[in-house]
């Protein structure tokens, strides 16, 4: 399971020991990682989007490890996280995996714990983008959708069959299917399966 | 005309008698029973001893209060200090003994042991009088029965004796997490790089085992080092006190008995605006106890050098639209300067000369603890107000 090329390991940590050891940690196994001293560096810069994954401590000065999450769902970054806690931080975790974050760990770390929690994340975020395209870009075309359609979408995501929906709101069941294909559309999604977890995702950070 | 005189004095006088005991009925009855009547309601009671022959006189009161019968009472020295508490017999004839010597007036606390096996504090208070030849002639003194003010004191000592346990055990607590929190950052430091050079030599062509070894070896101490800290903070979060629903105007109230003589030590008056009734809160009070005493003994320390006009510190309560209840600390010192703002509530941050800085950063734990939040602001004309919103408890819990 080597990650796919151009995939970086984005480590946030205010500690610089710290974020240059996690560094130096990826990289002796393959994995390319970068360090931002806080949530508000990594922010600012060009790298928020790219592909790979973070790695932040939850409790960090200035804005804090969740309202970076907050911040990355707001814009539709869907990066996939993984949440270092200390010992009894599991309500910040439990909020972090709300948030989005894939994965939490606790310290003190197990380093194989570790390699494998990141590698799963860069694969969640491989499997994002194959299936979103450039899935940053999603949310702003999520805005092109008519509110009929969301209604559809919704339902559609809920497990209702097309009959059923046809029938609740009043129109054929061929006019349904022309609506999904039209958000399938819009939205640039290739899969059912994959416009079902987006959904979830997107109703999960708003 | 001599003989005349004698004679009609002698008439006269049953006369002059009846008349005086009349007089000495009409003004000293009255004046006697307001003084029976003012010693009940005070619980003073009066009393004279003659030191030569230990006789001894009660007021009605004084029976009262030792639960003595007046027919009863052998009425000497001895049949007093037979009630005594046999603890202070010794102390209390000491006493006396010494103020008779030195002809000095006498004021003491002693116990008293009731028949049925009470025990009441009383307060003597005694005067020495003189005859002619400085020899005492008489000792008049009053008895109070001060039990119940003793046992309020009590229980505001054993008051102030938890609050500032619990305050030492959340300073201690605070510190050791701040600590391993400290250590844990660089600990954490070590292990990746034993990581990743374990990492690296296993990828070398021809990795030295003994290297290997070693490394491993700092990898897995490094480890231990965690668990160990990881526990300590454990243990310390255990220290957290019960919660149950409480008034918080009580939990104000009580602190500021414990915080009013430090302001009044200052020339800084307490004003209390509490909202009342106040939406109950699920809370620790010794903990909550604790963030006001500590936030209006912060307030008297920064009004040291306020105005006259000025020298108060107001605390108040109330409920806000969204459902909480909020405190605020209100005082007219010297005000925050805003480099400190930023970094109020971190450990080891002080504007005083002899602080540790724990204070506030202890507060804000408790505050969070409770689902709460606090934060300073300036007040007007001067000073700072902190104030603090805390949920209020849903109703039906117990």
């Known amino acids: ?93 439990v909020k972090a995996l709300h948030l989005g974050a894939v994965n939490f760990i606790q310290k003190p770390l197990n380093h194989e714990d570790l390699f494998e929690r990141v590698r799963n994340a860069l694969a969640r975020d491989r499997e994002l983008r194959e299936s979103l395209g450039d899935y940053p870009g999603i949310f702003e075309r999520w805005k092109q959708l008519t509110p009929r359609e969301e209604e559809v979408l919704h339902r559609l995501v809920a497990g209702q069959a097309n009959k059923v929906i046809a029938a609740e709101l009043a129109i054929s069941t061929r006019t349904v299917e022309t609506h999904r294909a039209r958000i399938m559309d819009k939205l640039q999604i290739r899969s059912f399966a994959s416009l079902v977890q987006l959904t979830l995702l997107k109703e999960r950070q708003s | 005309m001599h003989g005349e005189f004698r004679t009609a004095q002698e008439r006269i006088a049953p006369h002059m ?128 029965d001060v039990t119940e003010r003793r046992h309020v004191e009590d229980r505001m000592q054993k008051n102030l004796a938890v609050l500032a346990r619990a305050g030492r055990i959340n300073t201690l607590g605070e510190m050791a997490t701040t600590i391993a929190h400290e250590l844990n950052q660089p600990l954490m430091a070590i292990g990746n790089y034993a990581g990743g050079a374990i990492q690296r030599l296993r990828r070398a062509k021809d990795p030295d085992p003994v290297l290997l070894q070693a490394l491993e070896r700092i990898a897995q101490i490094t480890q231990r080092s965690g668990d160990i800290i990881s526990s300590i903070r454990g243990f310390v979060g255990k220290h957290a006190t019960e919660k149950k629903r409480l008034e918080l105007n009580t939990v104000i109230r009580d602190s500021l008995f414990l915080a009013r003589p430090e302001a009044r030590r200052n020339n800084l ?130």
């Open chain 2, 17 to 144: 008698c009846e008349l005086e005991e009349q007089v000495g009925r009409a003004t000293i009855g009255p004046v006697e029973a307001r003084l029976r009547e003012a010693q009940r309601i005070a619980q003073i009671g009066d009393w004279e001893l003659e030191p030569k022959s230990h006789r001894l006189s009660w007021s009605d009161e004084v029976y009262r209060i030792c639960e003595v019968d007046r027919r009863t009472f052998g009425g000497t020295y001895d049949d007093f200090l037979r009630i005594v508490h046999p603890d202070d017999r010794e102390d209390i004839h000491a006493k006396l003994s010494t103020a008779i010597r030195a002809r000095t007036p006498l004021v003491t606390v002693h116990r008293l042991l009731i028949a049925d096996g009470r025990v009441k504090f009383v307060q003597e208070r005694a005067e020495m009088l003189l005859r002619e030849d400085g020899k005492v002639r008489l000792i008049r003194g009053t008895v109070q």
């Open chain 2, 269 to 398: 008056v307490i004003q209390e605006v509490l909202q009342d009734p106040l939406p109950l809160v699920q809370g620790a009070s010794v903990n909550l106890q604790q963030v006001i005493v500590n936030l209006v003994l912060n307030a008297v320390e920064a009004s040291g050098d306020t105005p006259a006009e000025l020298r108060e510190i107001r605390v108040a309560t109330a409920s806000t639209p969204d459902g909480q209840v909020e405190i605020a600390v209100a005082d007219h010192g010297s005000g925050l300067p805003s480099e400190v703002v930023a970094h109020l509530f971190q450990p080891f941050m002080t504007t005083k000369v002899e602080g540790v800085g724990m204070g506030l950063s202890i507060v804000r734990t408790i505050v969070e603890d409770h689902q709460g939040r606090i934060w300073a602001r300036p007040n007007q004309p001067r000073g700072t107000v902190f104030r603090i919103r805390l949920p209020a408890a849903a109703t039906g819990q117990a």
């Open chain 1, 1 to 93: 399971m080597s990650p796919a090329p151009g995939q970086t390991v984005y480590v946030v940590d205010d500690d610089k020991d710290v974020r240059e050891s996690l560094c130096w940690l990826f990289d002796s196994v393959g994995l390319a990682a970068e360090a931002f001293e806080t949530a508000e560096a990594f922010l600012s810069s060009e790298h928020t989007g790219l592909p790979g994954c973070l790695v932040l401590d939850v409790r960090m000065p200035g804005m804090g490890g969740l309202a970076l999450l907050e911040r990355l769902a707001e814009r539709g970054v869907l990066t996939p996280v993984v949440v270092i806690t200390g010992h009894g931080d599991v309500p910040m975790a």
